[in-house]
């Protein structure tokens, strides 16, 4: 085939392309806040509602994060971000729940700061709400899955959620507007790679 044919049938096929996502575009005409999901066993997922925390500050606009598991780690988004006055951080303080082994204490934790989430989730004037690792608070029974679908479900019609951890429950999965599974392939901490700071965390 000659380099002009090749040109040709690529012209064509990004034609055809464009039109095809002319037509998505055009199709797209509903405008409200979203429900996100990340989940899925692999990596990234509270990487991936921090890089989205970071687009919207850069709008201006009011974001809230609630971290259910990770908030007494170090966290390098958070410290980036932490001095905007647009950014609010809660903190379930008890760290990972297999270190505490305390259901009682664990519970209460978790509850004390779902209510900074529940006035996050009812608030109009915050734009994004991160949900970061609420699906382990639902396995392990911390919080009913009626409580957060209908706190979710009542918010503001602007607001966006972003719900991430493992083995999300199957009703905010199809409560979901886009779900995102993030797949393990491998994974240098079974290989016996320590977390590197600035990269891991």
Known sequence: MSEQDRN???KKAMEKLKSHVDAKVAA??????LMLVFTGNGKGKTTAAWGTVTRALGYGYRVGVVQ???GLWECGERDRLEADDNLEVAIMATGFTWDTQNRESD???????WQEASRMLA?????LVVLDE???MLKFGYLDIDTVR????NRPAEQTVIITGRNAHRELVAMADTVTE??????????GLKARRGIDF
């Open 134 to 136: 609420i699906t382990y």
């Open 150 to 153: 209908t706190a979710i479900a």
């Open 28 to 33: 797209a005409d509903e405008e409200r806040g």
């Open 107 to 113: 519970t209460q934790a978790c509850r004390e700061v």
């Open 123 to 127: 608030d109009p004037e915050v734009y």
């Open 8 to 10: 040709t049938r690529h």
């Open 68 to 70: 259910f598991i990770k």
């Open 182 to 191: 993030m797949q393990e392939v491998k994974h240098g901490f079974t290989n």
